[in-house]
């Protein structure tokens, strides 16, 4: 049986989208064309990819940010005869080129993102938006808001697929749980990590994360040790610390994914404090580990996988007593129902469904 042919426009070989990659070329013929290598923010270790079981081409552009440039290459590939084409660089120079030239020959496409907030819809930069949206065979969302992103922008509701967006493999899933159920206390005598209850938050130190927001909290919330990872502070972080004169705060840099690991094994509970995140797969990853989560309301992936006094709780952004409100009735409530209910929350969301989703759809239309 001949299977599919299917182009698919992206930025960046991310990892946990070269996998899903890999995933999806196992069962149709797969071309992904990436506008820049990796990206300028981060580290070396998002450039170790292969391309297995599909054909990756990094195409030659002008750069117009640290994940994105300007290809006009894709035209090129637009040329050629596709089964579907799938556009997942909607916002960027050479996902608006590629779009633009697809409207104007009547090209069929699909639109894909990891999820969306959606504005009011009006005014000179929405009505840019809704143009380059609307107009798709059909559309990929991770979930209600990313419908109503879609519907907001010139979708019909006919034309909206869902699928579980994730960086999570089958096995993953399964020696994650495996992992949540070791021994903390060891974990945490390696890590030399001394408080009895344990808070994690991964992210960049930049504004739109909120750690100062998770900071202000910890003040709340001072007997509570809370591990922030991902990056070094810059000096606003640390000054912040001082002035809060916070001992529960603690600061650990990049760390490998098997080096995460075994923070998310230490940890009780995980923080996301997030100004907008349009998913956030360290959601994802948190729940995998049985770990309930209290995030703002601006992310996506809590607003799609999180229920109040369940596996977690959100909380309005901007919010450091409420965020330290839900932290605290998670450690004192009912914690290994929760987190059951995390491992419960997180079991279909995996890679292998997320491609069986992908050519479910594009089989069927």
Request: some cysteine; aromatic content about 10%.
């Amino acid at each position: 049986m001949k299977k599919i042919k299917i182009l698919f426009l992206t930025n960046i070989p991310s990892p946990y989208r070269v996998d899903f990659f890999n995933e999806l070329g196992k069962n149709c013929d797969l071309t992904v064309l990436f506008e820049k290598a990796s990206s300028d923010e981060r580290d070396d270790m998002w450039k170790k990819y292969s391309f297995n079981n599909f054909t990756g081409i990094v195409m030659n552009g002008i750069v117009t940010g640290v994940a994105d440039a300007l290809c006009f290459e894709v035209i090129k590939y637009l040329r050629m005869k596709w089964d579907k084409i799938i556009c997942a660089n909607v916002a960027t120079t050479t996902g608006m080129l590629a779009l633009q030239y697809m409207k104007i020959f009547r090209i069929p496409h699909w639109i894909e993102g990891d999820g969306g907030f959606a504005k009011s819809g009006k005014g000179l930069k929405e009505k840019i938006k809704k143009y380059f949206i609307s107009g798709a065979e059909g559309y990929f969302s991770t979930g209600a808001n990313h419908d109503k992103y879609y519907l907001t922008y010139g979708a019909k509701k006919e034309q909206i697929y869902r699928y579980p967006f994730t960086s999570l493999s089958e096995n993953d899933l399964k020696s994650a749980e495996a992992r949540a159920k070791s021994d903390k206390e060891s974990m945490r005598k390696k890590l030399n990590i001394a408080e009895d209850k344990v808070v994690l938050s991964v992210g960049q130190f930049i504004h739109r994360k909120a750690l100062d927001v998770l900071i202000d909290a910890a003040s709340r919330i001072s007997d509570v040790g809370i591990y922030i990872v991902g990056g070094e502070p810059t000096e606003e972080y640390i000054a912040q610390v001082e002035r809060l004169e916070l001992k529960n705060i603690h600061f650990v840099g990049f760390k490998t994914k098997a080096e995460l690991a075994e923070y998310y094994i230490t940890a009780d509970v995980f923080a996301m404090p997030t100004r907008e995140d349009i998913w956030g797969l360290v959601i994802n990853e948190a729940l995998s580990y049985g770990l309930p989560v209290v995030s703002s309301d601006k992310c996506v992936a809590a607003l799609e996988l999180i229920k109040n006094g369940y596996n977690g709780y959100i909380v309005p952004v901007e919010d450091s007593v409420a965020l330290a409100e839900g932290i605290s009735k998670i450690l004192t409530g009912d914690y290994d129902t929760m987190s059951s209910a995390a491992l419960q929350s997180i079991k279909d969301y995996t890679i292998e469904n997320m491609a069986k989703r992908h050519l479910e759809v594009l089989s069927e239309n």
